[in-house]
């Protein structure tokens, strides 16, 4: 059955990709539309995206195997369009890629002292070959009219994703919804990372009226799926990058649209609080139970921080769950104990797949050290710094407007990065490196001195 996976999936990208990305150069319309699949299908279920070889299912890390997705196959093709086409100003390789490129090969030393290498191998193949989407949307983003579509593409998946979230709750009486993803806070942070964006441009005065329409529906549906979601924690984030990103937008002059928008805004958040405010509370009354005893959390990032200790470099790329459970017994001693001091009985069966840390931060630390943990960092704020520059460069422009929104959600998402791990996940990681493609383009044309005049140059024909 590998076999045939490893046929399947090899012919995609060495050859169906290719060759579709091939035709895309003599057609810009349908590169633009690849581009715009790209972002879309981050909305769509998981079992339609990717294809797992050597697939161990009960295993929680990074990767259950050597991932391939469609994703990293659009990319291939809109970087292989871009190569055949070479269009005016063509480079070959996006700013801050080699930056990338380095956190993965740097995480591969914690390869050395791994206990289980092969599931070191899996992730190392997965971010190095996500860097392909990263590359493509970076080729293929090279107009104002590409934002455009982007955004309206970004629109539709959000209102699919609330359409089945309510599915799931009217239909399906469910209380706490995940839409088509694996768990509910991957969505809430999906949604918030592409909404965000979405309402900075929607203020933008040279947006269309019915791309404005659009933009704030679909910003509705983003509050209702965060609310459906009961993600406390999502919620904060979407209510606070909303307000940032409306300050930002009186802040460049006030204008009846920009105030019709915010009213619009509040009225809505209104109406879909009400339709899943009662979900929440309960969960906020249950946490509450709960608020005297040590979180779950602090242990495990206790083991995060025993791993850290024994080796610089890490215990092993996608091996915080192999390390941390039984037989291994060093860091499963740390969680037996805790369980103890609450009353609980002491089972092995009950230790062979720990819980792995929530922390994104403490589980690169852990995993891959110093080395990896310094250069994803790094990376992560070379992307802020395109933001800032592409936001002081472009202000008053459509792209500034949207360049702010995406400053906002990124630094949100990296800030939420301390509780959760969810930029490891396959769809959360492919919209981000969507959007560090399109901050790398800009800041390309920074570089190049280009764009003094209301927008992002077109690409000649």
């Keep these: 059955m590998d076999f045939v996976k490893l046929v399947i999936v090899l012919s995609g990208y060495v050859l169906m990709a290719p060759l579709l990305g091939s035709m895309l150069s003599r057609n810009r319309s349908a590169e633009r539309a690849v581009l715009c699949l790209l972002?879309?299908?981050?909305?769509?279920?998981?079992?339609?995206?990717?294809?797992?070889?050597?697939?161990?299912?009960?295993?929680?890390?990074?990767?259950?195997?050597?991932?391939?997705?469609?994703?990293?196959?659009?990319?291939?093709?809109?970087?292989?369009?871009?190569?055949?086409?070479?269009?005016?100003?063509?480079?070959?390789?996006?700013?801050?890629?080699?930056?990338?490129?380095?956190?993965?090969?740097?995480?591969?030393?914690?390869?050395?002292?791994?206990?289980?290498?092969?599931?070191?191998?899996?992730?190392?193949?997965?971010?190095?070959?996500?860097?392909?989407?990263?590359?493509?949307?970076?080729?293929?983003?090279?107009?104002?009219?590409?934002?455009?579509?982007?955004?309206?593409?970004?629109?539709?998946?959000?209102?699919?994703?609330?359409?089945?979230?309510?599915?799931?709750?009217?239909?399906?009486g469910r209380?706490?919804?995940?839409?088509?993803?694996?768990?509910?806070?991957?969505?809430?942070?999906?949604?918030?990372?592409?909404?965000?964006?979405?309402?900075?441009?929607?203020?933008?005065?040279?947006?269309?009226?019915?791309?404005?329409?659009?933009?704030?529906?679909?910003?509705?549906?983003?509050?209702?799926?965060?609310?459906?979601?009961?993600?406390?924690?999502?919620?904060?984030?979407?209510?606070?990058?909303?307000?940032?990103?409306?300050?930002?937008?009186?802040?460049r002059g006030l204008t009846l649209k920009k105030s019709l928008i915010t009213g619009l805004g509040a009225a809505g958040a209104l109406v879909a609080g009400s339709l899943a405010l009662d979900s929440l509370l309960t969960r906020v009354q249950a946490e509450?139970?709960?608020?005297?005893?040590?979180?779950?959390?602090?242990?495990?990032?206790?083991?995060?921080?025993?791993?850290?200790?024994?080796?610089?470099?890490?215990?092993?790329?996608?091996?915080?769950?192999?390390?941390?459970?039984?037989?291994?017994?060093?860091?499963?001693?740390l969680m037996m104990e805790w369980d103890e001091t609450h009353g609980f009985r002491i089972y092995d069966d009950n230790y062979i797949a720990c819980p792995l840390t929530e922390s994104l931060y403490w589980l690169l630390l852990s995993e891959t050290g110093y080395p990896g943990f310094i250069s994803y960092i790094a990376f992560l704020l070379l992307t802020l710094w395109w933001g800032i520059r592409g936001l002081i460069r472009y202000w008053k422009t459509f792209t500034g407007y949207l360049i702010g929104g995406l400053l906002v959600a990124l630094t949100i998402t990296y800030?939420?990065?301390t509780v959760e791990r969810v930029l490891t996940q396959t769809k959360n990681l492919s919209a981000w490196l969507v959007f560090a493609g399109v901050l790398a383009r800009v800041e390309a044309n920074r570089r190049q001195h280009v764009g003094f005049q209301p927008s992002l140059p077109p690409t000649p024909a």
């Design 175 to 251: 209380w706490q919804v995940h839409g088509w993803f694996e768990h509910q806070n991957p969505m809430a942070m999906w949604t918030y990372l592409l909404s965000i964006p979405l309402l900075a441009a929607s203020f933008a005065p040279q947006i269309e009226r019915r791309d404005t329409f659009l933009h704030i529906g679909a910003v509705g549906a983003a509050a209702l799926i965060i609310l459906l979601s009961v993600s406390r924690a999502g919620l904060a984030a979407f209510v606070i990058g909303s307000s940032i990103v409306t300050g930002f937008a009186h802040l």
């Design 415 to 417: 800030l939420h990065g």
């Design 39 to 172: 972002v879309f299908v981050t909305a769509w279920d998981p079992g339609k995206l990717t294809l797992m070889v050597d697939s161990v299912e009960f295993y929680r890390g990074h990767t259950k195997g050597f991932e391939f997705s469609l994703m990293v196959a659009l990319g291939i093709s809109l970087t292989v369009s871009a190569a055949v086409r070479k269009p005016g100003g063509y480079r070959a390789l996006p700013p801050g890629l080699w930056l990338y490129l380095l956190y993965c090969a740097l995480s591969c030393l914690s390869l050395i002292p791994a206990a289980n290498k092969v599931y070191g191998l899996m992730a190392a193949w997965k971010f190095t070959s996500a860097s392909l989407i990263f590359i493509g949307a970076f080729q293929a983003y090279r107009d104002e009219e590409d934002l455009r579509w982007m955004l309206r593409a970004i629109s539709c998946a959000i209102i699919l994703e609330a359409l089945v979230c309510m599915k799931l709750r009217v239909l399906e």
């Design 288 to 333: 509450a139970v709960h608020a005297d005893e040590e979180d779950l959390r602090s242990v495990l990032n206790r083991q995060s921080r025993a791993m850290l200790q024994d080796s610089a470099v890490g215990i092993g790329w996608n091996n915080f769950g192999v390390a941390n459970s039984l037989p291994i017994e060093k860091y499963a001693a």
